[in-house]
């Protein structure tokens, strides 16, 4: 009697936008003790540089040099946070790192680009705690997240 | 003997030059000598020089002014008020050079730049609009660009609401509608620079000047940017409010101003009715004025600590202004 094929469950995706800041971190912690160890789950962490407005630089040059620089850290960064992610209990082979200079579009869009590229079933980033003037004048990328967002979940880390 | 040919201008002699202004300016105002200046650095270039760009000999006048961060009449010294001496038409040179800092209002420090590059592409993406100032840029003997920016004749936004009516009730019924029309209408010009892409920068209200020549309102002073986060509009909307709370409240009607006119609506403010970002300043006009009417002042929450959401685009703000603007001829009129 030939063995029945059985088909393996698919990993449930989810993704890690971070930043610099401390509130990225706990994101980060969060996934790890909610759901290292566990079967099932891979993680991309990801990192958006915003764009480096011309305007704001003297010239092309300095202008790729300050991204170059963005870009390096982050990758320091997500490589660091991808090694907390593997201590947890992911398989190494589970979490990816991704990282990108911004184009013409806010970072919530950038990042729910990923998520429908990549099938994440889950957005996670931590809550920055911005006053409302703050809020008001530059925005909220984890409010854009929750009222953008469809066919996922978003987790806002606080 | 008919006067020498104005082609070259660089050759002109004192006498000319003289001869040239005594056609442009009240004779008392004709200086006994006068020199041409090299444009290179603009703190060389004084009251009654002349500078020549393009081939054409500019009469230099005063430094522009600007009041800014509580600073009145701060000289502008690379922007400078002058004639024209071929066409008699008074112009605006405005030295262009970059700079980049922190920007501090309301306790938030964020990053802004002088950018020269933003404004020339500006300038030529709103070349022809009657809602925007004109300009060109030309290159001075050394190379370096200057701009050569139309001079409005007219008054600022500012200096129009604070001037008419004798007290807010008259101001309100008599002329608001017809005030909020027109800034309606330069909300419409900034609509069209988020729509192509482009921050204003700098949106202040004595940066809109009814042009005395057309009646309409013109945006100046375009060359700053800031870096945006989530929201890229959202500092040039911040600026769009407190010019509509400006010219809603006949000018910014700040608490300290209530406790000495008016105690008793000063008590009846609470931190929620105040701007989200200048807490000194009263966002709930209504309480102040009763008769402002809801839609207005649901508009203006927007602006205040106590809203719940906020303007983004500028396409919402003219939408929720178009109808208040309705309600108000509805309350004007029954």
């Known amino acids: 009697m030939a063995a029945r094929k059985t088909e393996q469950p698919k990993d449930r995706h989810v993704l890690i936008a971070v930043d610099q800041t401390e509130n990225s971190k706990r994101a980060v912690l969060y996934v790890a003790d909610f759901l290292g160890g566990n079967p099932g789950f891979r993680a991309t962490l990801l990192s958006v540089v915003p764009k480096p407005e011309e305007d704001l630089f003297e010239n092309e040059e300095e202008r790729s040099a300050w991204a170059k620089e963005k870009v390096t850290a982050a990758n320091a960064l997500l490589n660091r946070y991808r090694e907390v992610l593997i201590h947890s209990g992911f398989p190494e082979d589970k979490v990816q790192i991704r990282s990108c200079v911004g184009e013409d579009k806010s970072l919530s869009e950038i990042i729910l680009e990923y998520q429908c590229e990549m099938s994440c079933c889950t957005v996670v980033v931590g809550r920055h705690h911005k006053s409302k003037a703050e809020e008001f004048l530059f925005g909220s990328t984890s409010s854009q997240l929750v009222h953008r967002a469809e066919n996922c979940a978003v987790w806002v880390v606080e | ?334």
């Open chain 2, 1 to 334: 003997m008919g006067e020498r040919s104005l082609a070259s201008p660089a050759v002109l002699t004192e006498k000319e030059l003289l001869r040239m202004i005594r056609r442009r300016v009240p004779p008392e105002r004709v200086p006994r000598r006068v020199t041409i200046k090299e444009t290179a650095d603009f703190f060389r270039v004084d009251y009654d020089d002349v500078v020549v760009l393009d081939d054409v000999p500019y009469f230099v006048r005063n430094n522009e002014r600007e009041g800014r961060f509580g600073l009145e009449d701060e000289q502008k010294f690379w922007v400078k008020r002058a004639i024209n001496l071929l066409t008699g038409k008074v112009v605006i040179l405005k030295w262009v050079f970059r700079e980049r800092f922190n920007a501090r209002i309301g306790g938030l420090v964020f990053e802004c730049a002088r950018s020269p590059r933003k404004e020339a592409r500006i300038l030529e993406l709103v070349r022809g609009r009657p809602d925007f100032m004109q300009g060109e840029t030309v290159l001075d003997s050394a190379g370096n660009p200057l701009r050569v920016l139309d001079y409005i004749r007219g008054k600022t936004l500012s200096e129009i609401t604070v001037g008419i009516g004798s007290s807010h009730e008259e101001f309100f019924f008599s002329f608001y509608a017809s005030l909020l029309e027109e800034f309606i209408g330069a909300l419409e010009a900034i609509k069209f620079l988020h729509e192509s892409g482009e921050k204003h920068g700098d949106i202040r209200r004595d940066h809109l000047i009814k042009d005395h020549s057309t009646g309409r309102y013109r945006w100046i002073d375009f060359d700053y940017t800031y870096s945006h986060g989530e929201s890229r509009f959202g500092y040039d909307l911040f600026g769009l409010g407190n010019v509509l709370l400006f010219i809603t409240g006949r000018g910014d009607v700040t608490t300290n101003r209530l406790l000495k006119e008016n105690p008793d609506a000063l008590e009846r403010i609470a931190k929620d009715d105040l701007n989200i970002v200048f807490h000194n300043r009263v966002t709930n006009l209504q309480k102040i004025y009763p008769y402002i009417p809801d839609a207005l002042n649901r508009v203006l929450m927007h602006f205040s600590l106590g809203a719940g959401v906020y303007y983004e685009h500028t396409r919402e703000l003219i939408e929720d202004l178009g109808e208040a603007r309705e309600r108000l001829d509805d309350r004007v009129f029954v």
